[in-house]
């Protein structure tokens, strides 16, 4: 009778001990499972922060790039239309002639 209990208690122990080893290290499989998932967002987290930032550097370049452009079109253009207007004025003057009264100008003058 007290081989029998004494088995009955051995075995007790070994389910409890086989119980506890299992929580354990469902335990542990739990935490790693949770570690590396807080790891993995923590990385996406900051390679998606990383790819604004570049977004971010990209589009204020390309602004300014943009602005830029649109300054040296403006310059371009003013220079254009400064040396248009000097030609024209000059054409006049020569062609047409000036104040002073007598004759054209000297474009004519000389024919």
């Known amino acids: 009778m007290t081989i029998i209990i ?12 086989t119980i506890i080893v299992e929580i354990v290290v469902v335990l542990i499989v739990v935490v790693v499972v949770v570690v590396v998932v807080v790891v993995v967002v923590v990385v996406v987290v900051v390679a998606a922060a990383a790819a604004a930032a570049v977004v971010v550097i990209v589009l204020i370049v390309a602004a ?7 300054v040296v079109v403006v310059i371009v253009v003013v220079v ?3 040396v248009v207007v000097v030609v024209v004025v000059v054409v006049v003057v020569v062609v047409v002639g000036g ?3 007598g004759g054209g100008g000297k474009f004519f003058a000389n024919r």
């Open 6 to 17: 004494i088995i009955i208690i051995v075995i007790i122990i070994l389910l409890l001990t």
């Open 64 to 70: 300014v790039a943009t602005a830029a452009a649109v």
């Open 99 to 101: 104040g002073g009264g």
């Open 80 to 82: 254009v239309v400064v």
